[in-house]
């Protein structure tokens, strides 16, 4: 990220650098086709560079449907609800730009899909048009964790302890993403593996 802008360099000072390592990225650019047919029918391709905030600060909820219990739940992601979410979204999607602006891109990429990106194409410096770009077009990453978060056995918050057992319960553990108590600044997949490793060597520790 660059800690040279200012509106970055403020958010830094008042959040701390939140990737988990000097060489940790905050960004990822995620290049997507809309099918496997438009790469052969290249006419008719649309590319998307995907800008994924990796270490969001802002905190989502999955709660009871209280109309209904057995209707599925609830889920707020809570996108950008810190503003240093946002920034680094501006700087990632300034950064795509940017990159997909060089000569090489040019005979490629005809138009923008929409007038939102139209406008930020324009004038990437424009924080009002860049917002509006960003709140209409951001999703998940399919990379959802956290509803069950792990914590030290004396915390005042969190699901489950560090042998993945649920607090206050005998006999129950959660073993998946949902004990990760933040998003990895990366894919998801291998900390799901490196957690099941875990969880077997202690579940076989304890049944010996
Ligand atoms: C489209 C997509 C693409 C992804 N791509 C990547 C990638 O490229 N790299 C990467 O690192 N990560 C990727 N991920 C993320 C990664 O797949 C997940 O983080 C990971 O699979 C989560 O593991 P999990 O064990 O917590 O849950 P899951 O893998 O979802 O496993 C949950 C299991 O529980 C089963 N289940 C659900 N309900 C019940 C029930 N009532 N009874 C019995 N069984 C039940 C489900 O069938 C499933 O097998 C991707 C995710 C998605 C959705």
Redesign the pocket.
């Known amino acids: 990220m660059n800690t040279s802008e200012p509106a970055v360099a403020a958010l830094f000072d008042e959040y701390g650098d939140p990737a988990p390592g000097p060489f940790s990225p905050h960004i990822e650019l995620l290049p997507t086709v809309n099918s496997f047919n438009a790469v052969q029918n290249f006419a008719n391709a649309q590319f998307t560079l995907n800008s994924v905030v990796l270490t969001p600060h802002s905190r989502g909820s999955v709660t009871l449907n209280e109309s209904d219990p057995l209707a599925s739940p609830m889920v707020d992601y809570n996108f950008y609800a810190e503003p240093l979410d946002l920034e680094i979204m501006r700087q990632s999607v300034r950064t795509a730009l940017d990159f997909i602006s060089t000569p090489e891109w040019q005979e490629f990429l005809t138009a923008p899909v929409s007038p939102l990106l139209a406008a930020v194409i324009k004038d990437s410096r424009n924080d009002t048009e860049m917002d509006a770009y960003i709140r209409a077009s951001t999703s998940i990453s399919?990379?959802?964790?956290g509803t069950c978060g792990m914590s030290a056995v004396d915390s005042n918050w969190g699901v489950v302890d560090p042998d993945f057992t649920v607090k206050g319960l005998k006999g129950l553990r959660v073993?998946?993403?949902?004990i990760m108590p933040f998003i990895p600044a990366?894919?998801?997949?291998?900390?799901?593996y490196v957690i099941?490793e875990r969880a077997a060597d202690i579940i076989k520790s304890t049944a010996s």
Do not use: K, M
Not at 142 to 145: A, E, K, N, Q, S
Not at 175 to 178: C, N, W, Y
Not at 186 to 192: P, S
């Open positions: 399919f990379h959802p964790v073993i998946d993403a949902s990366a894919h998801t997949q291998a900390a799901v099941a």
